[in-house]
């Protein structure tokens, strides 16, 4: 749904607006890397995939064809990635040729998902449940949490948390110096033994 999603919403952009900003080419390409990395393909192809082959050793000419078909799909989804990193880096003269180019990269990105996607549902699951058997299951599954929960980590490690200032002492009015100084000893003092309410942080993505 999100890649059907995605391929919508930038064929219509793409007919809106007849150049797109430098600033659309880069959510553009950031949202093309989010939906690839965070998929769960790359838990099949880095997890799944490894333990298939590790099951079977001696695979035949059948399964092998299936996995390079997986993994050309792959490489096709990643090289669209690319021509849309190029358009950034590099600014075309044609606004038509950017569109596209852009567009055509896109189709093609969400065209060889979906197809991997149909074909590790009719065909590698149903072959990972035929050579997978008894804990290797727990360990993939394992696998699968601990790779979610790194991505996690990684998106928290991204937001940068900005140190809470607190505001400068306001001067008491008609006070002398001196006693404001007592004062504002004292109040240090008071204000040291005694638990502050704790302040909010400001965070920012």
Known sequence: MSLLALQKY????LRQHSQLSLAQL???GDCLNRLYQGGYWRKVEMYLIPAIRQATPHADGLLNGLLNEISGLNHAALESINVVQHSIGSALDSSEQQAEQLCAAIDTFCAALLQRLEKEERELFTLA??????EA???IAHQFLAHDA???EARRGK???LPFVLPLPVPA????DAAAASMGSAGSTAADSVPGVPQP???RA
Not at 129 to 134: A, Q
């Open 159 to 161: 937001a940068q948390v």
């Open 26 to 28: 880069q959510t553009t």
């Open 150 to 152: 790194r991505l996690q």
């Open 173 to 176: 009015t008609g006070v002398p």
């Open 201 to 203: 942080l400001r965070a």
């Open 137 to 139: 299951w727990f360990a």
């Open 10 to 13: 930038m064929q219509v952009q």
């Open 129 to 134: 449940r035929k050579v997978i058997v008894g």
